[in-house]
């Protein structure tokens, strides 16, 4: 079975930085194409940053391009998600996802067959 743990979120002030990390359980983790994805409060899911398995790709949302940056080590079956520059709108919370089948980029949540449980991400004065 696979389980994803997200942490790193927390309240922080506009302009700040914050790193936001998922830890996967499985031996084939460095398969995995992995994903970033955030929900506001009365919206959508929200693609948002996209890392193939090799690492070699990444993809973002237009949001976040030039702001966010994804990596993984797959040495510890961690992927990350830098944040920088964030704004209120950032404000959310957000779920890391895995996809066992490659074949990338997924931008879709229905491309992702494992979630973690989420963290909230705050951006407020």
């Known amino acids: 079975q696979v389980q994803l743990v997200e942490s790193g979120g927390e309240l922080v002030q506009p302009g700040a930085s914050l790193r936001l990390s998922c830890a996967v359980s499985g031996r084939t983790f460095s398969r995995y194409d992995m994903g970033w994805f955030r929900q506001a409060p009365g919206k959508e899911r929200e693609f948002v940053a996209g890392i193939s398995w090799t690492g070699t790709s990444t993809y973002y949302a237009d949001s976040v391009k030039g702001r966010f940056t994804i990596s993984r080590d797959n040495a510890k079956n961690t992927v990350y998600l830098q944040m920088n520059s964030l704004s209120p709108d950032d404000t959310a919370v957000y779920y890391c996802?895995?996809?066992?089948?490659?074949?990338?980029?997924?931008?879709?949540?229905?491309?992702?067959?494992?979630w973690g449980q989420g963290t909230q991400v705050t951006v407020s004065s």
């Open positions: 996802a895995a996809d066992q089948y490659g074949s990338g980029p997924h931008y879709y949540a229905r491309e992702y067959q494992y």
